[in-house]
């Protein structure tokens, strides 16, 4: 179908890329780029022109022979090969960024799988040190807890930097702003005892609870039910990964605390105790949380 319609004279596609690479090009390192089922290039074209050296492939010869015309004609930094993408082997460590604008959708889903396990293997072989463990970690509208563990001296502050510098750069591109994001530095508590260790994880993972009963700071929750679901479907902790749901398993590091609470099951039930008996528990980390 398609190489029929590649070659009538025009573009199929049209010459405007798609939507949604338009969002996400900004947030993309410049380097080589994979255009992943082509066609006839318009997304192809739209990164030479945002300064990426592209690599073009499509099944279709018709179509990649009018992108390379368009690339030759304005010294786009373009390169077309045509390939079954299905058999596409992905070079070690070449690519910045991948695009796949519906190509994949025409794949069955065991063609697909086989792409995205040769991916998975390439880039599996990339090594990223770990400066610090992200042991647990709660997202707040206005603040985050983490719960870190420093492998090397001098480590925390590098992991921090990276955190907060990373974020307030892409929510400043987001939002089409400037300046600094945070109003100051962090805080950090050191934990020195094992009592403070075992409980701080669920402190941390009861933190959304400000947003629907608050009087839980003061020993007043009512009604531990009512809590216990709203943490069963708010994403934005590692509570969930703990309890065995695949939420971001690749933030957190959990093998550390699984080992003291046991496996997912206990955890549960844990946490559960402890919003039982909120106020006793409390008392056992009062001098190393931040919210008094």
């Known amino acids: 179908m398609w190489q029929k ?36 290039g318009r997304n192809s074209i739209f990164l030479a022109k945002n300064g990426f050296r592209v690599e073009a492939i499509d099944k279709h010869f018709d179509g990649l022979k009018k992108c390379k015309t368009i690339a030759e004609n304005y010294s786009f930094k373009i390169s077309v090969k045509t390939k079954d993408i299905t058999k596409f082997n992905f070079p070690h460590n070449k690519y910045s960024l991948i695009v796949s604008v519906a190509a994949i959708d025409f794949l069955k889903k065991s063609e697909i799988e086989k792409i995205y396990g ?5 880039y599996s072989k990339r090594t990223k040190k770990i400066v610090s463990k992200n042991l647990a970690f709660c997202l707040m509208p206005n603040h985050y807890h983490l719960l870190l563990m ?9 992991f921090m930097k990276k955190i907060n510098m990373g974020y307030a750069k892409y929510f400043n591109e987001k939002h ?10 962090y805080k950090l508590v050191p934990v020195n005892k094992n009592s403070h260790l075992v409980h701080l994880p669920y402190y941390i993972h009861l933190n959304p609870l400000d947003l629907i009963e608050p009087e839980w700071r003061k020993k007043e929750l009512k009604n531990y039910k009512k809590a216990i679901n709203f943490l069963k479907k708010y994403r934005w902790s590692s509570h969930l990964d703990y309890a065995g749901e695949k939420n971001f398993p690749s933030v957190t590091q959990r093998d550390f ?11 549960q039930k844990e946490i559960e105790e402890w919003i039982k008996s909120i106020g006793f528990q409390k008392q056992e980390i009062q001098d190393v949380i931040l919210e008094k």
């Open 257 to 267: 605390l699984l080992k003291i609470f046991g496996n997912s099951k206990k955890y």
């Open 150 to 158: 420093p492998l090397s001296e001098n480590s925390l502050p590098r």
């Open 176 to 185: 089409h702003r400037t300046g600094t994001l945070f109003e100051g530095r």
């Open 5 to 40: 319609e590649y070659r009538k004279r025009g573009f199929y596609w049209g010459l405007k890329p798609d939507k949604g690479l338009k969002k996400a090009i900004k947030y993309a390192p410049k380097g080589v780029a994979l255009d992943i089922g082509a066609g006839e």
């Open 118 to 122: 040769r991916r998975k293997t390439i």
